[in-house]
C-alpha cells in the first residue's frame, strides 16, 4: 500500500467487518517493499496489538495496531504480511486494489525474501488502513477521495499507481506540500443504494469513510454513474432513481461534510456512451446532475470530469486516449488528466 505523506511511524489498522466469526490473527509485520513480495532489508517490524503479537477481531469488528517505529517517506511502499493460522471463513476485502497481494503456505512474516510467496491476488484482505505517523511538522489537511469504481482506479495499470487519488497525491509532492490522500473509493459504489456485492450507499458511509477521518480538511465527491447506469434494470433488484433523488442524495453528503467544517468538492460524472449499462435515459440523468454540480453552487469547488475527459467529437463519450477500454473506466492518460488543476484542499 502506498502512503501519501511521510513520517517517523506506522499503524496499521485490520477490518472483520463482514466476517461471521471470530478471526484469529497469528502474527503480523510491516516493512518498506522492495518490489513484488520482497521487502527491503531490516525494515520488516513486528505489529502489536495492546502489547500483544497475535489479537482476535471479533465479527464485525475492526483493530487498530500499535504504532511502530518505521521511518516512511512520501509516496513510499509498504507491505503488511499477515500469518492466518487457521480457517477465517468469510474474508472481509477490498476487491479491486489495483495493486497484487501475495499468499504463501505458513508463517512467512518476517521473510525479506519474497520467493515463498507464490500465489498472486488484486484484492487487499483484512487490510483497512495504513496510518503514517510524525512526531514535528505534521499536516491536518488530508484530502479524502470519495466515490466508485473511477475513485477506486478500475481500469488503471495493476501495480503503477496511476489512480487518480494516486496522481494527487504526487502533485502534492512535486508541488512541495505532500499530504495525505485517502482513497475511499468502492467499485459498483452508488450513494443512494447500498447492496452486499456494493458497500453501503455513500451516504450512508460517508460517516465513518470521511467524517471519523482523522487530519481531514478537504473531501472530493464523485459519484452517481452507478445509480444511474444499474437502476431501474429488467429484472434487477436495484430500484430506479430520478435526478431528484441523486441531487438529494449529493446535498446529504455535503451537509455531513458542512457540519463537520469541510471542504466538499464535487465532480462531474464522467461520459459513459457505449459502456455496457449505458442508455439515452440515463444519459439525460447525466447531464441534468452534472449540470447541477456545475451551477448550483452547493459544492465548495467543482472538478469537471466530464469536460476534461469526453471525446470533443463526441462530447457523451471518453476520448479514445483516456478510455481504458470498457467505455466508462478512465486509462493510464485518463486518470492522469483527472487529477485536479487546481488542488482541491483548503490551506486555512
Known sequence: MRVGAGGSAARVGLSHRYGTGPLDIAAATVARSAGGAAVEEGTVRQLTFDGAESVTIPAGGEVSGDPVRLPVAELESLTVTLYLA?????????????ATSYRAAGDHTADESGGAFTETSVSWYFLAEVRVLCETGCRDDGVVAFGDSITDGLGSTVDAG???PDELAERFVREGRPRGVLNHGISGNMITTGTPGTGDSGVNRFAEDVLDEPAVRTVVVLEGINDIGLGGRPGGQIPDVSVEQLIAAHRDVIGQARAARLTVVGATLVPFEGAGYFTERGEA?????????????????????DRVLADPADPDRLLPAYDSGDHLHPSDAGYRASRPSTPPCSDR
Open 162 to 164: 496511476n489512480r487518480y
Open 285 to 305: 440523468k447525466r447531464d441534468a446532475l452534472n449540470e447541477w454540480i456545475r451551477t448550483s453552487g452547493a459544492y465548495d469547488e467543482v472538478v469537471d470530469l
Open 86 to 98: 487457521e480457517p477465517t471463513g468469510p474474508a472481509t476485502y477490498h476487491q479491486t486494489a489495483s
